[in-house]
């Protein structure tokens, strides 16, 4: 198998901060409330994703409901996901964002991105929990040099990455207490339609996904130890 790089054929060795934004409970709401709701969740994510671009142009491809994004350098890509990820916990429709973010080399065909800078950015964006936006070294220290609050997460095994990654949660957004998540759709209580039988009860968004929950409870994990929220 070839090493060099510079010897692949039809690729472009380049640097590049890679980026992978999901949403954390789609596929929960595809089953739950079915393709149609999902599609129009699906679309608000997109109108939101395009706004915060601006003049960036669009992401480097969708994967589902996971945007991928390349970005010459990571303040560049901070600036975005500074109004991306804002946008997004504001926006009700929408259940919470997992974000992963990498700075490194990269191969580079036509517009899309290869190589290992890549894959751990997207193993990255699948170990953070709702909410939660994980960077490496690289990208944390620029943010941290721009004000924005970093926290050490220490190091964490990947899934097919040999090696541990050290991380780093960057906080664009107000923290929260995680027993505000409704465990099937991921969204944020408090909820317009808040529902909730029993004070030790997670939170729910709708009865559909308190009715998925007590079915099946052992595929929707949450804090054990719910809290009142701030409104």
């Known amino acids: 198998m070839p090493t060099d790089v510079s010897a692949v054929e039809g690729f472009e060795s380049a640097i590049a901060t890679v980026a992978f934004v999901d949403l954390a409970g789609f596929s929960a709401i595809t089953d739950v409330y079915g393709d149609a709701s999902a599609i129009a969740v699906l679309g608000r994510f997109e109108e939101l994703v395009s ?119 960057i906080e664009f957004a107000p923290a929260f207490d995680a027993a505000w998540i409704d465990p099937v759709c991921k969204m944020l209580a408090p909820y317009a339609a808040y529902r909730r039988t029993t004070p030790t009860e997670p939170w729910f968004c709708s009865e559909r996904c308190a009715d998925a929950y007590r079915r099946s409870p052992e595929i929707y994990p949450y804090a054990t130890k719910p809290s009142e929220p701030s409104t």
């Open 51 to 169: 706004q915060a671009l601006g003049g960036f142009g669009p992401p480097i491809k969708w994967i589902g409901d996971e945007a991928m994004f390349g970005f010459p350098d990571p303040a560049t890509a901070l600036q975005v996901l500074g109004r991306l990820i804002p946008a997004c916990r504001n926006e009700p429709r929408i259940p919470l964002t997992r974000t992963g973010l990498n700075h490194g080399p990269v191969l580079r065909r036509s517009n899309d991105l290869f190589g290992s800078t890549v894959n751990i950015a997207a193993r990255i964006a699948a170990f953070a929990s709702p909410g939660q936006l994980l960077a490496t070294r690289a990208v944390a220290n620029i943010a941290a040099e721009s004000g924005i609050v970093v926290r050490d997460m220490g190091k964490a095994a990947l899934r097919s990455i040999a090696d541990q990654v050290s991380l780093y949660s």
